[in-house]
């Protein structure tokens, strides 16, 4: 009987011991091991860009960090970077597809848009990456220092009354349609489908003679003498952007910062989201990463999830707002 005890009692331990491998099998390595393969993120514009730009400096520092490849996929089209957008939202929710974007998001799937989108709630906020005020931008040749300037400049030239867009329906097509109303300077909208060099060309050229943009992107032409920023919208503008007033500080009082995230479809698991959280925060925060934002025009700010989600949801907002005030709707 004793020999036959001591039998059970070894066949249950071994019993217990197997079943806790089998359960630690199941439940602890699953998290620890992510990433497993090659993570993906989107950019829904095409290489070169200040997106692509952030998002492959970001790739390389999280595959050093997690010991596994993040690459970098390109999917521009579709106005404001719909294509890339709508493939992260349908992607498998996995932790293994993550979308770089910045608060152009906002404008998708409001107003006349065809797609069904909101980036308060159909996407899952990951991390901040960089922010900047917009500024406004008019060529030096013709010779305005202010808002009021501007606006007497516009009513003595009416044929110079245009000012560019990068694609109608656009936030800073609200934004600039709301800018030109409140100083009383009666222009119309061009739109530019290449953006970018085009529209500073024309800039430069006085072919129009207002944009609302990144100084970064005008840096080419700022430098060359043909460009510069009238005011910036907001405060915060860095160390390596021509020095300009704010339009607040001026008597205008219209404000907006562009801003870089991550974001991943709903369902991802959160404590990959956390994990990627933490990892951009920190690679953001290093010194290599706060210069080259810096001479972008941006600034680096941390925030969690939950923060930048609202930041989203405001944006969102905002957009709807700028919609019903201008009669502007989104594409």
């Not at 990463?289 to 907002?317: N, Y």
Request: net charge negative; aromatic share 6%.
């Amino acid at each position: 009987m004793f020999h036959m005890m001591k039998a059970v009692l070894r066949n249950a331990a071994v019993l217990a011991v197997a079943v806790g491998s089998v359960s630690l099998a199941g439940v602890g390595p699953a998290a620890a091991e992510w990433p497993e393969r090659p993570v993906t993120i989107v950019v829904p514009y095409g290489p070169g860009a200040v997106n692509d730009l952030y998002a492959r400096f970001i790739a390389q520092k999280l595959g050093e960090r997690f010991g596994s490849p993040f690459v970098v996929d390109n999917r521009p089209g579709g106005g404001n970077g719909a294509i890339g957008t709508t493939h992260v939202q349908r992607a498998d929710p996995d932790g293994y597809t993550f979308l770089e974007h910045q608060n152009i998001i906002a404008t998708l799937g409001q107003g006349g848009s065809t797609i069904t989108f909101n980036a308060g709630t159909d996407v899952t906020p990951v991390a901040l990456i960089a922010e900047a005020p917009e500024a406004l931008l008019v060529p030096t040749a013709i010779d305005v220092d202010t808002p009021q300037e501007l606006s007497e400049f516009i009513h003595a030239n009416p044929d110079k009354a245009f000012y560019g867009i990068g694609g109608l329906g656009s936030e800073r097509h609200m934004l600039t349609e709301k800018f030109v109303k409140m100083i009383d300077a009666p222009m119309k909208a061009v739109p530019f489908s290449n953006g970018g060099a085009d529209v500073m060309t024309a800039l430069a050229t006085s072919r129009i003679v207002l944009q609302i943009s990144s100084p970064a992107t005008a840096q080419a032409m700022i430098d060359a003498g043909k460009v510069k920023v009238l005011a910036y919208l907001g405060e915060g503008a860095s160390q390596y952007a021509p020095q300009a007033p704010t339009l607040k500080s001026l008597g205008v009082d219209l404000e907006s910062h562009a801003w870089w995230g991550i974001f991943a479809p709903n369902g991802t698991p959160a404590d990959i989201v956390e994990k990627m959280n933490q990892a951009i925060n920190e690679i953001t925060a290093s010194d290599e990463f706060v210069e080259m934002a810096a001479r972008a025009g941006a600034s680096v700010r941390a925030l969690t999830p939950s923060e930048f989600g609202d930041v989203v949801k405001t944006e969102v907002q905002r957009v709807i707002d700028l919609s019903i005030e201008t009669g502007i709707t989104a594409q």
